[in-house]
C-alpha cells in the first residue's frame, strides 16, 4: 500500500496517465490501478521502469522505492501459520503490522493484542473444539506471536475500548480470568496503550452493531481500513462514507466510556470483585 501509494505520487506529479504507465511496463491501465492501491504484487522490473518513466533519476531515491518494492514481495511471519490461519485474516495480520494506530472496540472478547497466553487458549478452544492439542497451541502460538509488534522500538499506539461484559464473561475460568485482568492492568501503564471501559449502567452505545477496528497509517496517502470480523469471513472498509461512520461510532464510544484514568480502578475492582483470590 505504501509503495503504491509513493508510486501513485509520483506519476500525477509527472502528469502521466495510467493507461500511460500500463504501457511502459507492457501492461494495462487496470494493473496500475491495483498496484497503486497495493493489492498485487510487485515486479521489481515494473517498479525500476515506472520510476524512470516518472523521472526518478537519484539512486539513493530508486533504491529506497526498490527496497519496498522487494520487502512487499517478502511473506510475513504469519505465513509459517499458514495451516491455521484463514487467507481473509493474513490481509489484516499485514495491515496491523503496518499501522501507526489501532482503534479496537470489543464486546465480546479481551482484544487478541492485549490477551494472556491461557485466556487465548481458552478463546481458541470456544471455537475449535474438536483440534488436537498441537493446532491449538499453533493457534495460540500465532496470537502471542502477534503481540509483538507492541514491543518494536517504535509501536504503534493501540486505544481499545472494551464492553464491561467482555470482562464479566468467565472465559477459561476464574484463574484465567484474574490473570487476564491483571495484565491488562499492566498494560495501561504502557505509554503506547490506552484501554477504556463501557459500564453497563451506559445503556445503548455508538456501536451496537459489534466490534470492529479501525487502522491508520503513517503515511497520510494511505486511506484507514475498517476491519469488522465474522464466523468465516471478514469486511474490509476503505470508502470515505464508511470510515467516517466507523471513525464517528468511535469517538462517541470513546465519550461514553469511562476515562482511560478510571481504568486501572475499574479492572482492580472487577478482578477482585469477580475472580478473588
Known amino acids: 500500500m505504501l509503495l503504491g501509494a509513493q508510486l501513485r505520487r ?35 522490473r515494473d517498479v525500476a521502469d515506472l520510476l524512470s518513466l516518472y523521472g526518478v533519476t537519484d539512486a539513493e531515491e530508486r533504491e529506497a522505492m526498490l527496497k519496498l518494492a522487494r520487502d512487499a514481495n517478502s511473506p510475513g511471519w504469519w505465513h509459517r501459520y499458514g495451516d491455521v490461519l484463514p487467507s481473509w485474516f493474513q490481509s489484516y495480520l499485514g495491515l496491523e503490522a503496518a499501522a501507526a494506530l489501532i482503534r479496537s472496540y470489543e464486546v465480546q472478547f479481551v482484544p487478541g493484542l492485549l490477551q494472556t497466553r491461557e485466556y487465548a487458549r481458552a478463546v481458541v478452544l470456544l471455537g475449535h473444539r474438536s483440534a488436537d ?10 496470537r502471542m506471536r502477534r503481540q509483538e509488534l507492541l514491543r518494536r522500538p517504535q509501536p504503534p499506539q493501540l ?7 467482555a470482562l464479566r464473561r468467565p472465559i477459561g475460568g476464574a484463574e484465567v480470568m484474574r490473570g487476564q485482568l491483571t495484565a491488562l492492568i499492566e498494560a495501561t501503564r504502557s505509554p503506547h496503550v490506552r484501554l477504556q471501559i463501557i ?7 455508538a456501536a451496537a452493531g459489534g466490534a470492529f477496528t479501525i487502522l491508520r497509517f503513517g503515511d497520510q ?4 481500513i475498517v476491519y469488522i470480523e465474522q464466523l468465516t469471513s471478514a469486511l474490509y472498509l476503505d470508502k470515505r462514507e464508511d470510515l467516517d461512520y466507523y471513525a464517528a461510532a468511535m469517538e462517541r464510544l470513546c465519550v461514553e466510556a469511562e476515562p482511560p484514568e478510571r481504568t486501572r480502578e475499574l479492572l482492580a475492582r472487577l478482578r477482585d470483585e469477580l475472580y478473588p483470590q
Open 10 to 44: 509520483l506519476r500525477e506529479a509527472r502528469g502521466v496517465t495510467r493507461e500511460g504507465a500500463g504501457w511502459e511496463i507492457r501492461s494495462s491501465e487496470s494493473k496500475i490501478s491495483r498496484m497503486e492501491l497495493g493489492r498485487v504484487g510487485f515486479k521489481e
Open 133 to 142: 492439542t498441537e493446532e491449538i497451541e499453533r493457534r495460540v502460538c500465532l
Open 159 to 165: 486505544w481499545v475500548v472494551v464492553d464491561e461484559a
Open 199 to 205: 459500564p453497563f449502567d451506559a445503556g445503548g452505545h
Open 221 to 224: 496517502d494511505l486511506p484507514d
